[in-house]
């Protein structure tokens, strides 16, 4: 009997699982409101053409003066806290989030969520993203 019991949740752990998910997916939204979407270079190129969107590269010095997308504000991740007064002129705007993939990008926009920024994007993949579709770099 006992061992009945075991098979059963092994043989339905799978069920078990989707269904604490999807669960869970109704959260979803709530969630989302508050956090940093993520956006692909499509959706960040139209709300820079279109909607006036800041482009904020979070990377450290020597990243960003590798090459970094046009007209894009550099404030490195870590000093974000302390310096994000600066873009408060662009609080109505989209801010789209240019970043290396591995780092946590994370906080930068939970900062500016935090401060009242309505529309925080992350780039999907950061600047890895932006180099594949060769979308144009400037150094300085």
Same mark, same amino acid.
């Given at each position: 009997?006992?061992?009945?019991?075991?098979?059963?949740? =092994?043989?339905? %752990?799978?069920?078990?699982? *989707?269904?604490? /998910?999807?669960?869970?997916?109704?959260?979803?939204?709530?969630?989302? @409101?508050?956090? =940093?979407?993520? %956006?692909?270079?499509?959706? *960040?190129?139209? /709300?820079?053409?279109?909607?006036?969107?800041?482009?904020?590269?979070? @990377?450290?010095?020597?990243?960003?003066?590798?090459?970094?997308?046009?007209?894009?504000?550099?404030?490195?991740?870590?000093?974000?806290?302390?310096?994000?007064?600066?873009?408060?002129?662009?609080?109505?705007?989209?801010?789209?989030?240019?970043?290396?993939?591995?780092?946590?990008?994370?906080?930068?926009?939970?900062?500016?969520?935090?401060?009242?920024?309505?529309?925080?994007?992350?780039?999907?993949?950061?600047?890895?993203?932006?180099?594949?579709?060769?979308?144009?770099?400037?150094?300085?």
């Amino acid at each position: 009997m006992h061992h009945m019991e075991s098979t059963f949740l =092994v043989d339905n %752990i799978f069920f078990i699982i *989707a269904a604490m /998910l999807s669960g869970g997916m109704l959260l979803w939204p709530v969630v989302a @409101r508050n956090s =940093v979407r993520d %956006i692909d270079p499509k959706r *960040a190129i139209r /709300l820079i053409n279109y909607e006036d969107a800041l482009v904020l590269d979070v @990377r450290d010095d020597s990243e960003y003066a590798g090459g970094h997308p046009p007209n894009a504000k550099h404030i490195p991740a870590e000093k974000i806290e302390d310096r994000w007064q600066e873009l408060e002129k662009f609080k109505d705007k989209p801010v789209v989030i240019i970043f290396t993939p591995g780092l946590r990008v994370g906080r930068a926009g939970a900062v500016l969520r935090k401060n009242g920024f309505k529309q925080v994007f992350n780039l999907n993949g950061g600047i890895d993203t932006w180099r594949r579709e060769n979308l144009p770099l400037v150094k300085k």
